[in-house]
C-alpha cells in the first residue's frame, strides 16, 4: 500500500541547475498537489491538478513547472534552481470524495547552493 | 481570499494535561471543510480530525477534539491527556468545495510535551 511516492527524499543542486521532484500516487486520485515548505511558513501551494491534464497555479508558482500526463504522476521541474528555492517540498493527492482529506508523500528536501 | 492563521508559534504542555491550539480563518464561503494536520519529526504529514462546516457539532477523534465557532470563524484544536507521542507541529487547513479546491494551511504551532 504504497499511498504517495516523492523521489528523491534529499538532493543538493547547484545555482542555475535543474531538476524534476517525481511524484506518483497508487490511490486513482483525482486531485494532486505541490506544496513547499519553509521554516516557520507553514505549506504553500505551488502548483494543483484536479485531473489528467488540468493544472493550475498556486500561491507560489514562479521558478517552478508541473504537468499531468498521467492520473498517477504529478512532477514538479525546477528550472535555473535559485537559493530561494531551497526548501522541503511535499506532494499530496486527494480522491473526489467530498470527505477525503489529502494525503501527502514524505517529502523532498532540496538545498540549493 | 482564503487565509488561515495560528498566532501560536509554539506551545508547551506538561504530560497527561491538556492543551489548546488556536485556529482562525478567513472565508465568505458558507461550505468548507477544516483539518488539524500533525507533523512529527519524521516530516509525515498526519491527518488528525477534519470538520464540516455544515455541521454545528465539534468533531472528535479519541483525545483529540476541536472547538468550532463558524460565526467566528474560529476552529481550536484541544488534546487531552497529552502524551509524548503528541510532540510535533500542527497545522490548521482550509478547503473549500468547489471544483478547483485549494488546501490553504496556517503557518503551524510546534507542541513540545514537558515530561
Known amino acids: 500500500n504504497a499511498g504517495v511516492t516523492q523521489t528523491p527524499k534529499f538532493r543538493i543542486l547547484k545555482i542555475g541547475q535543474s531538476m524534476t521532484l517525481q511524484c506518483t500516487q497508487d490511490?486513482?486520485?483525482?486531485?494532486m498537489y505541490w506544496y513547499r515548505q519553509d521554516p516557520g511558513m507553514g505549506l504553500k501551494l505551488i502548483y494543483y491538478?484536479?485531473?489528467?491534464?488540468?493544472?493550475d497555479k498556486g500561491e507560489v508558482p514562479n521558478g517552478y513547472n508541473v504537468s499531468r500526463s498521467t492520473t498517477e504522476d504529478f512532477p514538479l521541474r525546477l528550472e535555473l534552481a535559485a537559493p530561494s528555492q531551497t526548501s522541503v517540498y511535499f506532494c499530496?493527492?486527494?480522491?473526489?470524495?467530498?470527505?477525503?482529506?489529502?494525503?501527502f508523500g514524505q517529502g523532498t528536501r532540496l538545498t540549493v547552493v | 481570499a482564503q487565509t488561515v492563521t495560528q498566532s501560536q508559534p509554539e506551545m508547551s504542555v506538561q504530560e497527561a494535561e491538556t492543551v489548546t491550539l488556536s485556529c482562525t480563518y478567513d472565508?465568505?464561503?458558507?461550505?468548507?471543510?477544516l483539518f488539524w494536520y500533525k507533523q512529527p519529526p519524521s516530516r509525515q504529514m498526519i491527518l488528525v480530525i477534519r470538520?464540516?462546516?455544515?455541521?454545528?457539532q465539534n468533531a472528535t477523534e479519541n483525545r483529540f477534539s476541536v472547538n468550532f465557532q463558524k460565526a467566528a470563524k474560529s476552529f481550536s484544536l484541544k488534546i487531552s491527556d497529552s502524551q509524548l507521542g503528541d510532540a510535533a507541529m500542527y497545522f490548521c487547513?482550509?478547503?473549500?468545495?468547489?471544483?478547483?479546491?485549494?488546501?490553504?494551511f496556517g503557518k503551524g504551532t510546534r507542541l513540545h510535551i514537558l515530561p
Open positions: 491538478s484536479v485531473g489528467a491534464g488540468i493544472t
Open positions: 490511490m486513482n486520485h483525482n486531485y
Open positions: 487547513a482550509y478547503r473549500r468545495l468547489i471544483r478547483d479546491d485549494k488546501i490553504i
Open positions: 472565508t465568505s464561503e458558507s461550505d468548507y471543510y
Open positions: 470538520q464540516e462546516a455544515y455541521k454545528q
Open positions: 499530496a493527492s486527494r480522491g473526489g470524495d467530498r470527505l477525503t482529506e489529502a494525503f
